[in-house]
């Protein structure tokens, strides 16, 4: 199994390397966004304006598919590399994400964003605070400690599901995955920065 296919808990295949020995790495147009706290009672904008896809794409509520994943991302500018087993891959330089649909009909979208860094065991308390932290004071993304790979390192994810066996039409498809791929960087420079953990 190729070590882009992982899922939480997956413990084989090799870790990603890191710096300029990635190859293929996404240099992305996905705007930045600071995630606004919870706490703050603000209206939280979008993570990008596509509003003028409006005007582009037709209003037609319907399954979500891989293909509309992918057709949405296509529109973002945000390269990926299919799996074939259901998964599409998106690849920035500090992170990659994992676009799918879970749920007994998949009907579930996910985001489920990695850090390419992981974590020493001994830091593991450190670990649990800082994704903690970041679950009390932001919005968007859940936020997890991964069970130690096969080197003993802690894999840390961030991931946003949408239950959406109703449909949806695609600019709303386009709009959550502008979001979940933003927020997913926003949380990766985080625990680069101000979390102090990768």
Not at 20 to 27: A, L, M
Request: net charge negative.
């Amino acid at each position: 199994m190729p070590w882009w296919q992982w899922r939480p808990g997956h413990t084989g295949g090799g870790e990603p390397e890191t710096g300029s020995g990635i190859r293929g790495v996404q240099r992305s147009t996905v705007r930045r966004v600071n995630v606004p706290s919870q706490r703050e009672g603000e209206q939280v904008s979008s993570a990008g304006d596509v509003s003028t896809l409006d005007d582009d794409i037709p209003v037609k509520v319907a399954p979500v598919t891989l293909r509309r994943i992918g057709d949405a991302l296509d529109l973002l500018d945000v390269r990926y590399l299919a799996d074939g087993d259901g998964s599409l891959l998106a690849m920035w330089e500090r992170h990659a994400v994992l676009f799918t649909l879970e749920g007994p009909d998949d009907e579930i979208l996910v985001m489920r964003a990695r850090p390419h860094s992981t974590v020493p065991p001994d830091w593991a308390d450190r670990a649990y605070r800082v994704v903690n932290e970041w679950n009390h004071t932001r919005r968007f993304c859940k936020a997890y400690v991964g069970d130690p790979t096969e080197r003993g390192m802690l894999p840390i994810y961030a991931e946003l599901q949408v239950p959406l066996s109703s449909g949806a039409h695609d600019a709303l498809v386009v709009e959550l995955l502008d979001c979940g791929a933003a927020v997913a960087t926003s949380f990766v420079d985080w625990l680069h920065d101000e979390g102090a953990l990768l």
